[in-house]
């Protein structure tokens, strides 16, 4: 028992070090190459534009199923439908759409990319980039990560966006609040500070699954059951640190007053 | 007896993988315009000894000197980038990087290790495409081709950089006799045409007997005949005897389990 906990120890204290030592090289190859302008233009096109139509979609419905809960709460409790352009507002923006944007990018192109790069490694390909006078890092790792720190905050604000004006329909069709109190709720109380609260989360999950699913990728092993390993891992790494990370942000920011 | 330069000297080299000790005190002396061939059954350790010598490896003991340079622990990317320079290395399966086209995939190299204008690369791919054999496919992508084109891509992209050796990780596997005959022939022509440096790990003794100016044998981690092929043949060594007879009667025994 406790060998065996001594074990998982060791491992995942070995595996955080050699996340960071790539963390270090993707600095270091950052400012001493030449940044691959054109990979690095097709992982936003693969990870941040084709993203968009299930961000607006998941954004939407979540905005909607927030004024629909939030309402029927107010209703039961103040007898009407009060504050829910505020909350619906204040949860998007603040927690729901960084996590919700960063989940979905996760499943969708993070997976992805844990998959690719697993393949290139048991195929030998990560190999042949370094016989050709290129590495890992530089040729694969970097874009990627560019790819989704611009990427998941854009399409956090597109869900931002989306789950507000679901929100707004539900609460004017459905709920019976007035348009303008809904719209006034969110502009006399959503400020910057939110936006920014909001954005910092969104950068900060996004570099976590882009170290996660390169070095995940990087560090296949065993063939084609190994990418299938690798990608499973990926996926579920990146949602518990994104949740782990979202707790301790926030009591970060708060602190800040953020 | 002429003076040859030695290439690559390998000494007493060793690597292991955790508890597995794959080489186990290598010496080999690789001659400046010479193919040597590694034989050997599978296994053994003859990719880990190529992968070391291209530094895709970093040996666990001994030295490998290749062109007057220490390189066993060089460490700097800068450096090995210079090493590779004069390196090409041709993968098991080719490792053609899915993502790109067959004419992408071959002057890949040319971007990092030379500095030929991009203006010239469809005329190279064109050139080292003929060289192997193959035509009109630089549009193309890797998984519309059959397993020997892969292969014989995967050589003209090795080509285009010019390298002055070139390791190659079972040249033949994989393709049809006459493919493999035309593979061999071009192997020689490199040498007679352009003195490459050629180290070859085969398991198909007609095209080692063919190519080879010097024959070595690996068996648990070390050599166990470095010759001529004229003394390959007339051995006594009775491992190299059972390898070369293809029998499955002799001191070596396959490990059928494990």
């Avoid at chain 1, 995942?12 to 270091?28: H, P, R, Y």
Wanted: with cysteine.
């Amino acid at each position: 028992m406790f060998k065996k906990f001594g074990k998982f120890l060791i491992y995942f204290f070995t595996q955080f070090g050699l996340a960071t030592e790539m963390i270090k090289d993707s600095v270091f190859w950052f400012f001493k190459s030449k940044l691959e302008i054109s990979q690095t233009l097709q992982q936003i096109l693969k990870i941040g534009v084709e993203s968009v139509p299930v961000i607006l979609m998941t954004g939407l419905f979540v905005g909607m199923v927030l004024a629909l809960q939030a309402g029927n709460t107010m209703q039961n409790i103040l007898s009407e439908p009060l504050y829910i352009g505020l909350l619906v507002g204040f949860s998007l923006v603040r927690e729901l759409g960084p996590v919700l944007t960063a989940f979905v990018i996760a499943g969708r192109a993070g997976a992805a990319v844990t998959a690719e790069i697993g393949t290139m490694r048991v195929t030998e390909q990560i190999d042949a980039l370094s016989t050709l006078g290129t590495n890992p890092i530089r040729y694969l790792v970097i874009p990627r990560l560019i790819a989704f720190m611009v990427s998941i905050p854009i399409l956090t604000l597109f869900s931002d966006i989306m789950g507000i004006f679901g929100g707004y329909v539900v609460s004017v069709e459905a709920l019976g609040v007035p348009s303008h109190t809904y719209i006034s709720d969110i502009t006399t109380y959503l400020g910057i500070d939110d936006l920014m609260h909001g954005l910092i989360k969104a950068i900060s999950f996004a570099f976590a699954i882009g170290v996660i699913c390169c070095y995940k990728g990087l560090n296949t092993r065993n063939g084609a059951e190994g990418v299938g390993k690798s990608t499973t891992g990926a996926v579920v790494i990146s949602m518990v640190i994104i949740l782990v990370i979202d707790y301790f942000l926030t009591a970060i920011l708060h602190a800040f007053g953020v | 007896m002429p003076l040859v330069y030695s290439m690559i000297k390998i000494e007493n080299l060793k690597k292991h993988f955790g508890s597995k000790h794959i080489l186990n005190g290598v010496n080999l002396e690789i001659k400046d315009g010479e193919v040597t061939t590694i034989i050997g059954g599978s296994g053994t350790g003859k990719s880990t000894l190529i992968k070391c010598i291209i530094r895709l490896l970093e040996p666990d003991g001994g030295k490998i000197i290749v062109d007057g340079q220490d390189i066993t622990h060089l460490n700097n990317e800068f450096e090995l980038a210079k090493l590779r320079k004069n390196f090409g290395y041709l993968f098991q399966e080719g490792a053609l990087f899915d993502s790109l086209t067959v004419g992408e995939n071959v002057t890949f190299g040319l971007k990092y290790l030379t500095d030929t204008p991009k203006s010239d690369y469809a005329k190279i791919a064109r050139e080292k495409l003929a060289l192997v054999g193959l035509k009109n496919i630089e549009n193309l992508r890797p998984s519309e081709l059959s397993g020997g084109m892969k292969k014989r891509v995967s050589l003209a992209r090795v080509l285009a950089t010019n390298p002055k050796v070139i390791l190659y990780d079972e040249p033949t596997s994989g393709l049809d006799p006459i493919m493999s005959e035309i593979i061999s022939q071009l192997i020689l022509d490199l040498k007679h045409k352009l003195g490459v440096t050629s180290v070859v790990i085969t398991h198909d003794m007609k095209s080692a007997f063919e190519i080879s100016d010097t024959l070595a044998m690996l068996y648990e981690g070390k050599m166990q005949l470095v010759a001529s092929k004229e003394e390959f043949r007339r051995t006594q060594n009775p491992y190299v005897k059972q390898f070369i007879a293809g029998s499955a009667i002799g001191p070596i025994q396959m490990k059928i389990s494990d």
